[in-house]
């Protein structure tokens, strides 16, 4: 167990999940891991190796040469594959699937959760997911899962997608990439996206983005006083 201050959050895409989890982490001045964004990486390597996301065999034989590394500057956290800098190509609706579908795989996920607990032993760190708090940190007394109805999570997505320019999607698609995306993450067979009994469940519908961090907040220093 980790002698660093671990915090896990779990919680379906959309959830305001990475927006609460930076707003932590920037308030009790620790590192906040991304792990979606490192399955996006993984996503992307395996394209750009002509390996389908879905190809189990394949991405065995690729998985040793991919160099997933995760440092930190001066705007966050940042992915490399190798020395390659790919944080600012993650972002798309196709990695987001192709994350989604990858990380299906027992081999890719076994890669990444080690990576991640490594950062958890070494840092005090907020990492955020679909597995953290289930199988990355288990031990950890800080549990949360975020989540929010799928009707407010599109149109969060939406007005994201719309403040950078993206004008093509509808929020009907938007919709149905985000129940097909719960729906994958959360019946795969392998570590799927679920509640610990032990978790803090906050759900952001109703919520500002303070009064969830708010409510954060006092949990961890609740704990942390025991
Ligand atoms: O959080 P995100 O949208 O960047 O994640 C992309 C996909 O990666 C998500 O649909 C499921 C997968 N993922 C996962 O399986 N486990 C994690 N800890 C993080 C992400």
Same mark, same amino acid.
């Given at each position: 167990?980790?002698?660093?201050? *671990?915090? /896990?959050?779990?919680?379906?895409?959309?959830?305001?999940?990475?927006?609460?989890?930076?707003?932590?982490?920037? /308030?009790?001045?620790?590192?906040?891991?991304?792990?979606?964004?490192?399955?996006?990486?993984?996503?992307?390597?395996?394209?750009?190796?002509?390996?389908?996301?879905?190809?189990?065999?394949?991405?065995?034989?690729?998985?040793?040469?991919?160099?997933?590394?995760?440092?930190?500057?001066?705007?966050?956290?940042?992915?490399?594959?190798?020395?390659?800098?790919?944080?600012?190509?993650?972002?798309?609706?196709?990695?987001?699937?192709?994350?989604?579908?990858?990380?299906?795989?027992?081999?890719?996920?076994?890669?990444?959760?080690?990576?991640?607990?490594?950062?958890?032993?070494?840092?005090?760190?907020?990492?955020?997911?679909?597995?953290?708090?289930? *199988?990355?940190?288990?031990?950890?007394?800080?549990?949360?899962?975020?989540?929010?109805?799928?009707?407010?999570?599109?149109?969060?997505?939406?007005?994201?997608?719309?403040?950078?320019?993206?004008?093509?999607?509808?929020?009907?698609?938007?919709?149905?990439?985000?129940?097909?995306?719960?729906? *994958?993450?959360?019946?795969?067979?392998?570590?799927?996206?679920?509640?610990?009994?032990?978790?803090?469940?906050?759900?952001?519908?109703?919520?500002?983005?303070?009064?969830?961090?708010?409510?954060?907040? *006092?949990?961890?220093?609740?704990?942390?006083?025991?």
């Amino acid at each position: 167990m980790s002698e660093h201050l *671990n915090i /896990a959050i779990d919680g379906p895409s959309g959830a305001g999940k990475s927006t609460l989890a930076k707003a932590v982490a920037s /308030a009790l001045q620790i590192r906040y891991l991304d792990t979606g964004s490192m399955y996006r990486a993984m996503a992307l390597f395996a394209t750009r190796r002509g390996v389908s996301v879905s190809d189990e065999a394949g991405l065995r034989t690729i998985l040793d040469d991919a160099d997933i590394r995760v440092q930190y500057d001066e705007r966050g956290q940042r992915v490399l594959i190798g020395d390659e800098d790919v944080t600012d190509v993650l972002r798309t609706q196709e990695l987001a699937m192709g994350a989604s579908t990858v990380s299906a795989h027992p081999c890719v996920r076994e890669k990444l959760a080690e990576l991640q607990r490594e950062v958890g032993r070494n840092y005090d760190v907020v990492m955020d997911g679909r597995d953290i708090t289930t *199988n990355v940190l288990p031990h950890t007394k800080h549990k949360f899962f975020v989540t929010a109805s799928p009707e407010v999570r599109a149109e969060r997505r939406l007005k994201e997608l719309r403040a950078r320019g993206s004008m093509q999607e509808t929020y009907e698609q938007v919709l149905a990439d985000i129940k097909l995306r719960d729906h *994958n993450d959360s019946t795969r067979a392998y570590m799927p996206l679920r509640q610990t009994e032990d978790s803090l469940r906050i759900d952001t519908s109703e919520m500002t983005i303070d009064e969830a961090l708010t409510t954060l907040l *006092n949990a961890i220093a609740e704990k942390q006083d025991r």
